[in-house]
């Protein structure tokens, strides 16, 4: 039996679980912003609270590698990894793309979903970055990657072979600025969540395909630009 700590901060959405066995147990999320260096500790010690489990019983920490957020990834992989390293427990790392496109996948088998079809769908989880870019990759119904992970600035043409044949599922925190150019695609109301990790994080764990905690940084994809501000300074 594995206790896992779930951790997904890639966002603007601060989400923290507990998952027994790949199947989630408790859940914390934030909704405020980019607040999570606020939210995370506090999050965590609510669960082990309200699941009774001690940090000593929990077999491992998993996060959300990204991409996303380079603020909320280093928030999230770094309280990760003092965990790990306090109690002397792996960490697994999931793509956040992937998890999100767990989330999807998980509630339409709960049947909060309406889709047709959704077998032959194309699913395409969207987490913003800037503008028109988002970052994202495609998968099947199963959750099997159909693509690589890219950084996608979305027009008229993004995705036109994939949506001429087949039915293009778009959801996560940057999909709703894309519905007006996709305007054959079908939108979803899923966002990123820390329970997209559990099944994910449980599957990685009893394979071995852990990390190695001095050496992981989260996966950013776009390097890390700073802005100049243009504010005069007296």
């Known amino acids: 039996m594995s206790l896992i700590l779930c951790i997904e901060t890639g966002t ?38 309200e699941t009774g489990v001690m940090p000593d019983e ?11 957020s380079y603020t909320g990834l280093r928030i999230g992989v770094s309280f990760a ?5 306090g109690l002397q427990i792996p960490l697994v790392a999931v793509g956040s793309l992937d998890a ?15 889709i ?11 987490v913003d970055a800037r503008r028109m870019e988002v970052y994202t990759r495609l998968y ?13 600035v979305v027009d008229e043409h993004t995705f036109a072979d994939v949506r001429r044949d087949r039915q293009l ?13 996709l305007s054959d695609a079908t939108y979803i109301n899923v966002a990123p969540s820390a329970r997209g990790l559990a099944r994910l994080a449980e599957q990685r764990l009893q394979a071995g395909q852990t990390e190695d905690i ?21």
């Open 58 to 68: 929990l077999d491992a920490v998993a996060v959300g590698m990204g991409p996303g």
């Open 12 to 49: 603007n959405i601060c989400s923290v679980g507990i998952a027994r066995d790949g199947e989630l147990v408790s859940l914390r999320e934030s909704v405020e912003g980019r607040d999570h260096a606020k939210h995370v500790g506090v999050f965590v010690d609510e669960l082990l609270r």
């Open 100 to 114: 999100l496109a767990q989330v999807a996948i998980e509630d339409n088998e709960a049947g909060i979903l309406a």
């Open 116 to 126: 047709e079809a959704w077998d032959d769908a194309v699913l395409c989880p969207m």
């Open 214 to 234: 001095a050496y992981f940084e989260p996966f950013y994809l776009k390097d890390f630009v700073v802005i100049p501000s243009k504010k005069k300074l007296l």
């Open 169 to 181: 599922v778009i959801f996560g925190n940057g999909a709703e600025k894309c519905c007006e150019v």
């Open 81 to 85: 990894k003092g965990l790990c390293y």
């Open 140 to 152: 099947n119904a199963k959750g099997e990657p159909l693509s690589e992970v890219s950084a996608e």
